[in-house]
């Protein structure tokens, strides 16, 4: 059974990595315009996701800078198409065209990754237990690591799989939370569903804290 869900998940990963979903070109400086002044009836990108991309930890905004173009852009359409479903992130993308969203895109892709702020309470047993979660996984429950989709490092692999190297522990526990129950779905093969509904909360924190801990750089 574990050999068989390996080879599933790892068929999963492989198919969507050479799913041909690269998005058009988008203009860096056309974003940079956008995100200042938002698109027209709600908050820029920028009161929410900093001036330098950085997102906001405690809020539970995720980091944007250096993220994959079209990894992003496809999250905003998703967002617009309700295949993704945030009472915030819509009402502010809602009017901006698919060209703006990679436009917006492809700014923050450019942006340097800031140095990171995030803080965490999260204690050696913790991190221990994320570190194990994300490079071994946990194959007793049949919990992949994050690095098979997420790459060496958990920096991300293509726009398929985002870079979790990095980002606030806050925003990945969220987003593993939403995974869990039900509220994100917007993974075409269900992917993030079928190891999240199999983490406990203890193990979500663990793994939360450890890849927030790791460098978002490559350098």
């Known amino acids: 059974m574990k050999r068989q869900f390996s080879r599933l998940l790892i068929a999963g990963c492989t198919a969507l990595l050479l799913t041909p979903t690269s998005q058009a070109q988008g203009n860096p400086e056309q974003g940079a315009s956008l995100v200042t002044r938002g698109d027209g009836s709600g908050a820029p990108c920028m009161a929410c ?18 993220l994959d ?38 700014y923050y892709s450019e942006l340097p990754i800031p140095m990171s702020s995030s803080s965490s309470n999260a204690g050696d ?18 919990i992949p690591p994050c690095s098979t989709c997420h790459g060496p490092g958990n920096r991300g692999v293509g726009n398929a799989f985002p870079a979790l190297a990095g980002q606030h522990p806050s925003y990945i526990k969220q987003q593993l939370e939403a995974w869990r129950s039900g509220q994100r779905t917007n993974d075409p093969n269900q992917l993030m569903t079928a190891v999240a509904e199999r983490l406990s ?3 979500i924190d663990a793994v939360a804290a450890y890849l927030g801990s790791l460098s978002a750089s490559t350098r």
């Open 69 to 106: 173009a079209d990894y992003l852009a496809k999250q905003m359409q998703d967002y617009n198409a309700g295949r993704r479903v945030n009472a915030v992130m819509q009402p502010n993308v809602d009017n901006f065209s698919d060209q703006q969203l990679r436009d917006i895109a492809a």
């Open 201 to 203: 909360p203890e193990q």
């Open 125 to 142: 047993k913790a991190l221990a237990m994320g570190q194990k979660l994300a490079e071994s996984g946990d194959w007793d429950n049949n």
């Open 49 to 66: 996701h900093g001036p330098d991309g950085g997102g906001n930890a405690a809020a539970g905004f995720p980091r944007l800078a250096g």
